[in-house]
């Protein structure tokens, strides 16, 4: 019971940090992604040419797009937390106004905080359709 | 030095999978990734409006292009793996004819194995331009 109790735990915690950044995020404010990123966080978008390594690259994207994002709607859907000792996989698609996303976030524990240690978003084919 | 030794022969392991089903993949043989994924494998690619969820939709998806791809030129770019315990993150960069993408794999460690838990497919900045 113990163990099954720890695994519902971090889940509950990975999702609760995911939704809370999230709700920063759509309203332009990259810092809460920021504040929970692994210093060595790598990261996938549609708009990069190439995967960016580290913190101060992501800083730097993210910098660039302060008050930009703005989210009327917005939605996680089919949430799934895969918890394997200290490091877990949260992937979701994410419904907005701003588009339909495929979402791959892997956490990884540091100390007593989860922290993302890679993010992954990219476009659903409606969207692909459209672009 | 034992623990060191255990993370890069962990690291090379499944660089090497990785690469030999690519190998298949690239001469339009998907059996080489549905060999090596786990019955829960949740997976993302461009052409999908959600996420696919069990190996029983992957390998429905991919009967359906078996032998349509066909890559003479490709790539595994800067290749970076982080291994923590019995999960491990795999990313990199997917350059071919086929053309350029961010590729992140979850890999889990069954057993005496590693498994592949998760794929996200997506196309670089260059290739959603020209979509």
């Known amino acids: 019971m113990a163990a099954s109790t720890a695994v519902l735990t971090a889940e509950t915690e990975i999702l609760h940090l995911e939704r809370k950044a999230l709700e920063r995020w759509a309203k332009g404010d990259p810092d809460g ?3 929970i990123c692994d210093p060595d966080v790598v990261y996938f978008d549609p708009f990069q040419e190439k995967r960016l390594d580290g913190i101060d690259a992501l800083r730097a994207l993210y910098d660039g ?4 994002v703005q989210l009327s709607r917005w939605e996680i859907v089919d949430p799934k937390v895969t918890v394997c ?3 877990a996989l949260l992937t979701f698609n994410f419904d907005s106004d ?3 996303w495929n979402t791959t976030e892997v956490y990884i524990r540091r100390g007593a905080e989860w922290r993302i240690l890679h ?3 990219s476009v659903t084919k409606a969207d692909m359709r459209s672009a």
């Open 119 to 121: 993010s992954h978003w």
């Open 33 to 35: 992604f920021l504040e």
């Open 98 to 100: 701003g588009g339909g």
């Open 85 to 87: 000792g200290e490091m």
């Open 65 to 68: 797009i302060r008050g930009q």
